[in-house]
């Protein structure tokens, strides 16, 4: 760590190791969720690599997903999608839970969490679950 660096959450979470790890246990208990699985196509692999790029990124890593794809736009590429309060929530849900696999300790799990939350409850969009 050089000195004009300030260590990120991204760096206190263990870095790319842990970005991954939680990933690879966020996405099978999306797919196994009723009300999210739907909306997600049954190969996961490409989602789960953007979703490892995004959340380096957003956790305060390297700008991974920017470097390829640009401005995240996130609520904008959530549009085609029906997500509503319930979906939020799942999501959450299935992210807490995925913390839980990884064993990542209570606070950070509780700090990450809270800072998923505003983006998650942002992206509602419909209450129409169709
Ligand atoms: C609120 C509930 C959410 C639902 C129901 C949801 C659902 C989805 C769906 C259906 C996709 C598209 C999958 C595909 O490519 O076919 C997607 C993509 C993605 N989501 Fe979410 N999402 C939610 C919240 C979030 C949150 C909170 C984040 C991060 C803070 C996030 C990050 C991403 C990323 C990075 C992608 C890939 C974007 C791309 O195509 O480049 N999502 N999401």
């Known amino acids: 760590m050089t000195e004009d660096k300030r260590e990120t959450i991204y760096d206190i979470m263990g870095g790319a190791r842990t970005v991954r790890m939680l990933v690879e246990a966020f996405y099978p208990r999306v797919q196994q969720h009723p009300l999210l ?54 999501w959450l849900g299935c992210m807490s839970a995925a913390m839980n696999d990884i064993g990542m300790p209570q606070d950070l799990k509780d700090f990450l969490l809270e800072r998923l939350q505003g983006p998650a409850y942002h992206f509602i969009n419909t209450s129409d679950s169709d």
């Open 37 to 90: 699985a739907p909306l997600f196509p049954s190969d996961i692999h490409p989602v789960m690599e953007k979703q490892y790029l995004f959340l380096s990124q957003f956790f305060g890593g390297p700008s991974l997903y920017s470097d390829q794809y640009g401005h995240p736009m996130m609520q904008a590429r959530h549009l085609p999608f029906p997500v509503t309060k319930e979906r939020a929530d799942a």
